[in-house]
Structure formats: structure tokens, C-alpha cells
């Protein structure tokens, strides 16, 4: 079985969960000998892509203005071209681009739908119109839908109006591997603090009400500090809501460069607070999970899902509840204890293995009989 991968995510993203996502696939499906990926990507920088097929032309290289047009340009001109002189069995395009629905070739098509943040929180946004009619277009076109949860998939039953026998739950995998993790001790003198991991952008993400609960927080515990590990500088706006809170320097900004910082991140923390309204998985429970970290996050949305018991939840919109979970956990060791050892066994579940063997026994489905 042959499954043809275009470039788009490729091309779009140069390190990011649907790249990733995209290369455990790819890359698993080599390991495990199950199917043969073909990945149409002439030129990209994308880290990912990178380590799948290493690339030292000096256009992946470059840094010049108009390159990042100029490279989905080529690339999707050499899809055309590719898609009509390559045999495959299966099409997984990678993002919702309309080429997708012609290069396709008339092979069973397959999409994966992270989330409908856009089409529950962006509807009236103008910037996002484009890309929810394409999503549209692409989702209700193909063949079979992956959800990356049960939560996601009701989402798109129901918003899409498709046949649920057409929308298959596979949950991701943690990327962060057990010998890394392993490796990894704890920094005894590092200032204790409460972590939040991840992009900010976007009403989901909760960010206004979740400064209100470490404000809360922190009048109970005075040593803590409050890390924000990833997601880009503040932003004005975010320095606005912070200096109001008047928290001075308790709240710092962590970058993330790559999984090592991630793992030191988790692993000093004293407890991961997960505030999202919304979300596709919530990849970050599952890798407080495999780092040993206590996790509270929010009810509702797919979270309750990926954490099952091994979790603490609170009300999203009650910064009060949210701050009062929080402290139940950082002073109950006993609790701490509880939730890190049933995480260990929560995150054996969430495995890149399952999620490349439930794929291609997808795949096989739609093979000509």
C-alpha cells in the first residue's frame, strides 16, 4: 500500500504540532514496515521534513523576503506534476488546500481535523473565513475523517452534518521519549513555580481568567513564581493584563527551542495548569503525564478525555475554583503522589505506535477488494 502525503504543512509550518503529527505517521509507518509513505516535498526548512529527508539546497537555506511564497509556489507546482506520476492507493493531504480535491488523482482521500477551534471561535473573523470554507470543502469531500478525539469527532459530526460511520477517533502519541525523560533530574535549586505551556493567541486559550486565578494563587503561596513556557513573547496586550495584575516579577517567559527545554520545564515544575476552553487533544496533559508533573486543567472540551482520573479539573470560567484546585494539589503531597503515579499509567495509552496501527488499519479499508 502506497499513501501519498502532500507538502502543504510542510511548507507552512517550520516546527509545529500538525508537522509532527505528520512525521510520526511517516516516520512510523517506515519503522514498522506497515506501508510505503510518499512525501511530495521539494524544498522546506520545516524541522520535521528535515529529518525525514535531509535537504541542503540553498533555497531551504535561505533567508531572503518573498521566499516563504516563493517555496509553496515550487512545491505545489511539483505536486501537480507528482500526483499525475506517481502511483499510490491512498491521498492524506496535509492541510485544506482546494488543489488537494484534484490531485487526488480519484484515490480514496483521507483528513485529519485537529480541532474546530476556527469554526467555534473565528465564524465571524474575516481573517479566518478563507480557510473554514476550504476546511469545509476538503472535510466534506473526503473519504474519511480522523479526529484527533472523540470530543473533536462529535464536533465535526455535528457541525459538518456527516455521516458518523465516516469519522474515525485515533488519539496522538507523546513525542517526548522515556530515555530523554529518564535522563532528566530534577533541579533542586530552582525557584519552585506553577506552569503553563503553550500558545496564548486565541479566547479558548483562557489567558485573562487564568492570570486572575495566580493572582489568587499567589497571595497563598508567596514562593511560587508563575512560568510561561513557549508560545512567543508577551504581547502588548498580555504585558497590559499582567502589569495590572501586579504580580511584578513572579510571572516569567520561558522560550521552548526543542524537547529537551520541554522536559526541564515539566520536570521542575511543582504542577502543570491547563486552563483551555477548548481544545483538539491537549497534548500538554499527556506530556506532564510522562514528566511526573501533577495536571489540573479545565472540565469540559476534550480534556476531561485525555486526563481521565489522572487529573484534577476545574471550572474554566471560575478563576476562583481554578486557583482553589490548584492549592489543594501544590499542599496535598499525598494527592501529588496519586495523580503523577495514575498519569504514568494514563500516558501508556497515548502511544505514536497506536496512532500509525489504527491508521493503516484504516487505510486497508479503502483498498480495492
Not at 474546530?116 to 470554507?133: G, P
Not at 530523554?180 to 486565541?202: D, F, M, N, Q, T
Not at 499527556?286 to 495536571?295: I, K
Request: contains cysteine.
Amino acid at each position: 500500500m502506497r499513501v501519498y502525503y502532500d507538502h502543504q504543512i510542510f511548507c507552512k509550518q517550520s516546527f509545529g504540532g500538525i508537522s509532527r503529527y505528520f512525521f510520526e505517521l511517516i516516520n512510523g509507518a517506515k519503522d514498522m514496515e506497515l506501508f510505503t509513505p510518499i512525501l511530495d516535498v521539494k524544498f522546506s526548512n520545516n524541522v520535521f521534513c528535515q529529518q525525514l529527508h535531509p535537504d541542503k539546497h540553498w533555497l531551504t537555506h535561505a533567508d531572503f523576503k518573498g521566499k516563504k511564497d516563493l517555496v509553496k509556489l515550487i512545491n505545489h507546482m511539483n505536486t501537480f506534476v507528482k500526483a499525475r506520476s506517481t502511483a499510490f492507493d491512498i491521498f492524506h493531504p496535509t492541510y485544506f488546500h482546494q488543489s488537494a480535491l484534484l490531485n487526488r488523482q480519484k484515490k480514496p482521500m483521507f483528513i485529519t481535523v485537529l480541532d474546530m477551534i476556527d469554526e467555534k471561535y473565528n465564524v465571524n473573523n474575516k481573517k479566518f473565513s478563507r480557510l473554514i470554507r476550504h476546511r469545509e470543502k476538503i472535510i466534506t469531500a473526503a473519504d474519511h475523517i480522523i479526529a484527533i478525539s472523540e470530543n473533536t469527532r462529535q464536533d465535526i459530526i455535528e457541525y459538518f452534518n456527516i455521516d458518523a460511520q465516516k469519522v474515525t477517533t485515533i488519539h496522538l502519541g507523546c513525542s517526548l521519549e522515556s530515555e530523554a525523560i529518564a535522563k532528566y533530574k530534577k533541579e533542586e535549586s530552582i525557584h519552585p513555580y506553577v506552569l503553563y505551556i503553550g500558545s496564548r493567541k486565541g479566547e479558548h486559550k483562557n489567558f485573562r481568567n487564568y492570570i486572575k486565578a495566580i493572582e489568587i494563587i499567589a497571595k497563598s503561596a508567596p514562593e511560587l513564581q508563575f512560568v510561561f513556557g513557549g508560545g512567543g513573547n508577551f504581547t502588548i496586550e498580555e504585558k497590559e493584563i499582567i502589569s495590572k495584575a501586579g504580580m511584578g516579577n513572579r510571572i516569567v517567559y520561558q522560550p521552548i527551542l526543542g524537547d529537551d527545554d520541554i522536559i526541564r520545564l515539566y520536570k521542575n515544575a511543582k504542577i502543570l495548569i491547563y486552563p483551555s476552553l477548548y481544545e483538539g487533544f491537549g497534548l500538554p496533559i499527556v506530556e506532564a503525564f510522562s514528566c511526573g508533573l501533577p495536571c489540573i486543567t479545565a472540565k469540559g472540551s476534550c480534556l476531561e478525555e485525555i486526563g481521565g482520573d489522572a487529573a484534577a479539573y476545574f471550572d474554566p470560567l471560575n478563576p476562583a475554583e481554578m486557583a482553589k484546585v490548584a492549592l489543594e494539589i501544590l499542599f496535598d503531597p499525598l494527592k501529588c503522589t496519586e495523580l503523577v503515579e495514575k498519569g504514568y499509567g494514563r500516558v501508556s495509552i497515548f502511544t505514536w505506535k497506536n496512532t500509525v496501527l489504527k491508521t493503516h488499519r484504516l487505510y486497508e479499508q479503502y483498498l480495492p477488494k
